[in-house]
């Protein structure tokens, strides 16, 4: 059974840093797709980041370039997400997802990803 936990939401102060980590069980991704979505209160989920391939290589939203990024440890089978400069708009529940067979035009949609972690909060005050 594929399970997929994160950790390290938290509440910070805008301005204020967390890393999130995603731990994945019961098989590898190595060579596939990690990312990380979010979805804030009224709001439709959305994708934030993604590492993909022994590559490594990285996608963000346009939102959070230059002030996130995404990691991962493929002996741990687990990625991270490094956030910088939190901004209250960054408020939301950041779900870890993963997926082997995610094509360039599919990384960025939350559907073609087959396994969900249970989300953590993360809130950033003003």
């Known amino acids: 059974q594929v399970q997929l936990i994160e950790s390290g939401g938290g509440l910070v102060q805008a301005g204020g840093s967390l890393k999130l980590s995603c731990a994945a069980s019961?098989?590898?991704?190595?060579?596939?797709?990690m990312a990380w979505f979010r979805q804030a209160p009224g709001k439709e989920r959305e994708f934030v980041a993604v590492?993909?391939?022994?590559?490594?290589?990285?996608y963000y939203a346009e939102a959070v370039k230059g002030r996130f990024t995404i990691s991962r440890d493929n002996a741990k089978n687990t990625v991270y997400l490094k956030m910088n400069g939190l901004k209250p708009d960054d408020t939301a529940i950041y779900y870890c997802?993963?997926?082997?067979?995610?094509?360039?035009?599919?990384?960025?949609?939350?559907?073609?990803?087959?396994?969900w972690g249970q989300g953590t909060q993360v809130t950033v005050s003003s």
């Open positions: 997802a993963a997926g082997m067979t995610l094509i360039t035009a599919t990384l960025r949609d939350g559907a073609a990803y087959n396994y």
């Open positions: 019961g098989r590898t991704f190595s060579g596939g797709a």
């Open positions: 590492i993909r391939g022994f590559g490594r290589t990285t």
